[in-house]
């Protein structure tokens, strides 16, 4: 079945510091994948989406490539703030119709100043 | 705003004792579905809903029941908890379902955290 998997946590960056969070996928067809991003106490909210190999998604300096070779979708950033200390989840969306998302485990962000 | 709200924030319950979580969002949203949350095995699907009374169940149903009796609500019942349902749950809801619209997005609430003794 249909599977994400991220890097364990926590990854503690200092502040201007680059991110990589790495994700990696199986899944049957063409999945659209996704990160969410829950900051303390909230709820998940879209940080980014990708629907086909090759594209790109980005947001709020954020950035993930859609590798079909690799079934990889890796989170990205340049520069890191305290601001971005959150919950980082991928997930998928895969070809059946009840409109479930497969999340990864989770990997806790924490930016230091 | 636009927003799917769930209650209550914090439950903590003792085993056998019925509750129900509510989930609401203002959006005129078709779909619904809850999720719940454990350390290292990421959130998982429960119960979804397609449209007013049409639910079915997600990965992990058993021990919960769901109703949508009206497009906006969609309540999470545990009959009898037990322990092993101590988790924080989520409600989100889109528009239409992913599979419907590749640009269709989910909106969760804040999250329920639910211990049972």
């Known amino acids: 079945g249909n599977s994400v998997t991220q890097m364990e946590g926590p990854v503690t960056l200092s502040e201007e510091a680059f991110l990589t969070i790495n994700c990696t996928y199986t899944?049957?067809?063409?999945?659209?994948l996704f990160w969410y991003v829950q900051y303390p106490g909230e709820g998940l909210q879209l940080l980014l989406k990708?629907?086909?190999?090759?594209d790109k998604g980005s947001n709020k300096g954020f950035e993930a490539t859609y590798r079909k070779e690799t079934t990889s979708f890796h989170l990205e950033k340049g520069s890191v703030q305290v601001s971005d200390s959150a919950v980082y989840f991928c997930?998928?969306?895969?070809?059946?119709?009840?409109?479930?998302?497969?999340f990864g485990q989770g990997t806790t962000l924490q930016v230091k100043p | 705003e636009a927003q799917v709200t769930q209650n209550p924030r914090y439950l903590i319950t003792v085993t056998g004792k019925k509750l129900t979580v509510t989930c609401s969002q203002n959006?005129?949203?078709?779909?619904m579905s809850w999720y719940r949350q454990d350390p290292g095995l990421g959130l998982r699907q429960i119960y979804y809903?397609?449209?007013?009374?049409?639910?079915d169940k997600g990965d992990v149903p058993e021990g919960y029941k769901v109703s949508r009796k009206e497009k906006r609500n969609f309540p999470l019942i545990l009959e009898s908890p037990s322990p092993n349902q101590t988790s924080l749950y989520f409600c989100?809801?889109?528009?239409?379902?992913?599979?419907?619209?590749?640009?269709?997005?989910?909106?969760f609430g804040s999250g329920t955290q639910l211990s049972v003794l």
């Open positions: 997930a998928l969306h895969g070809s059946g119709n009840t409109g479930k998302l497969i």
């Open positions: 990708a629907t086909k190999a090759d």
């Open positions: 809903s397609m449209n007013v009374e049409v639910t």
């Open positions: 899944a049957t067809g063409y999945p659209s």
């Open positions: 989100a809801s889109s528009l239409r379902t992913l599979a419907h619209a590749t640009n269709e997005k989910l909106f």
């Open positions: 959006m005129n949203h078709e779909y």
